[in-house]
């Protein structure tokens, strides 16, 4: 009953950041501008005594390189809610780069899955520099969905991070669409009218939205398929050995709705028209040129969450 109970409690949590994020709203809002200053510097003591507290408390641990402090340091930073804090104040024990070297390292799998890979170009300030490695021959949207799983795994390690500099591979710059070709920027996306705030819920990005699936990792076994529905679109899971491959439920040979699809291996067979697709490559066609749509997915202890692009919901 853990696992159920933590949910619930990520969810109020989620509630009460939204909650906070409202208010900051209204108060930008007062009319009187004197009763709005003195609340914003109210805010700003409250929010700097508590800063100076959290630094004494860190402090106290003992210094970095201590086996227990660091350990206890680790667990700090891995609990959501503490995390947001300390970025708040600039105290995260682990500096941006090192946190976003995790994130890459966190998404590789699934990356190397879908034929890609990513590298970290560099750290300028708050601005990450990546390159996408690899491709998917003629499929510029699993481009898109590598961009939205690298997009994710920084935000969710760094939320301090303000843009992503996306460099894609050669052919996605040849053979898709202008508006996911070349340099991309991906910004932190915020709430109108104020600054980035790192314990504030984060708005979907306009690339596509997280949806977290209400089945799990255990319910699907190694060789099978689970049709499910996502945000309103009928999504595939397909599992692999250990991985886990998503698509857009719709064969694009005879564009019937795959209701029974099953694996052969690592092939997946469209049970309205025998079509084969290929979901180690991305969903590419066996003996044809169509291809599956791939979703991003993402498995964390269990629970399973994908991305549905914005151009195709």
């Known amino acids: 009953m853990a696992a159920p109970t933590r949910i619930v409690e990520e969810r109020e949590l989620q509630k009460r950041l939204a909650h906070v994020d409202t208010l900051v709203g209204e108060l930008q809002q007062l009319p009187d501008p004197a009763s709005r200053a003195m609340v914003e510097e109210l805010l700003s003591t409250v929010l700097d005594l508590h800063g100076e507290a959290l630094s004494r408390m860190l402090d106290a641990l003992g210094p970095r390189g201590d086996p227990a402090a660091d350990r206890l340091l680790e667990r700090m930073a891995d609990d959501d809610l503490i995390k947001g804090v300390l970025l708040l104040h600039g105290l995260h024990p682990m500096d941006l780069r090192t946190r976003v070297e995790a994130a890459l390292e966190s998404v590789r799998p699934y990356m190397r899955s879908h034929g890609g890979g990513v590298e970290l170009l560099g750290v300028a300030g708050d601005v990450v520099r990546i390159r996408l490695e690899g491709h998917c021959q003629g499929c510029p949207s699993s481009t898109v969905t590598l961009k939205l799983a690298v997009e994710k795994a920084i935000y969710e390690a760094a939320p301090d991070v303000a843009a992503i500099e996306v460099i894609e591979p050669e052919d996605a710059k040849s053979t898709g669409p202008p508006q996911i070709s070349g340099l991309l920027a991906l910004p932190m996306v915020t709430s109108p009218g104020r600054a980035a705030h790192p314990a504030a819920p984060r708005i979907p990005s306009p690339s596509g939205d997280w949806v977290t699936l209400a089945a799990r990792a255990t319910h699907i076994d190694n060789g099978s398929v689970l049709k499910t529905r996502a945000d309103g679109d009928s999504v595939l899971i397909a599992r692999a050995g250990d991985v886990f491959y998503a698509y857009v439920a719709k064969c694009p040979a005879c564009e019937g709705v795959m209701d029974d699809a099953a694996l052969d291996g690592a ?42 692009p914005a151009r195709l919901a």
């Open 267 to 308: 092939v997946l067979v469209c049970d309205v028209c025998g079509a084969r697709y290929d979901i180690r490559r991305a969903g590419a066609g066996i003996g044809s040129d169509f291809r599956i749509e791939p979703l991003p997915l993402l498995e964390d202890s269990g629970v399973l969450r994908i991305a549905i």
